[in-house]
C-alpha cells in the first residue's frame, strides 16, 4: 500500500485515486490497510475513492482470513466487535464508481 501510494503521488482535484475493493483477506495486515485506506479518504475527501470488493462483506470476511486475522490479534469480543463495525463500513462503500466518463468497479463484483 505504501508502495503504490508513493508511486501514485499526492491525491489532488488533478491525480484523483480509487482503491478498488478486497482491503482484507490479502494477507497478515488486513486491519492496518483498511484503517489506512479509509483514513486517506478522510483526509483527502473528494480526491480518493473507495469501492467495495467481493471481500468487503461481513459473510466473506467469516470465510476468508479477515475474521481469524482479528481473532489471532484481539481477544474474542474485540475481533467480534471489530468485524461488525467493519461490516457496517462496507455495507457503506459503493460497489462501482464513474470517473471521467469510466465505471470503475470490483472484478467479481
Not at 500500500?1 to 488486513?30: H, Q
Request: proline share 3%; hydrophobic share 45%; net charge negative.
Amino acid at each position: 500500500l505504501c508502495a503504490a501510494m508513493a508511486a501514485a503521488g499526492t491525491p489532488s482535484k488533478d491525480n484523483m485515486i480509487v482503491f478498488n475493493g478486497d482491503y482484507v483477506d490479502r494477507g497478515p495486515r488486513s486491519i492496518e490497510v483498511l484503517i489506512t485506506v479509509l483514513a486517506l479518504k478522510l483526509c483527502f475527501g473528494h480526491w480518493i475513492h473507495i469501492n467495495r470488493g467481493n471481500h468487503e462483506d461481513e459473510q466473506m470476511s467469516r470465510v476468508y482470513d479477515f475474521e481469524a486475522e482479528l481473532q489471532s490479534r484481539f481477544n474474542t469480543n474485540g475481533a467480534s466487535q471489530i468485524l461488525e463495525a467493519a461490516g457496517k463500513c462496507f455495507t457503506q462503500m459503493p460497489i462501482a464508481l464513474v470517473l471521467k466518463d469510466s465505471l470503475i468497479l470490483h472484478g467479481n463484483i
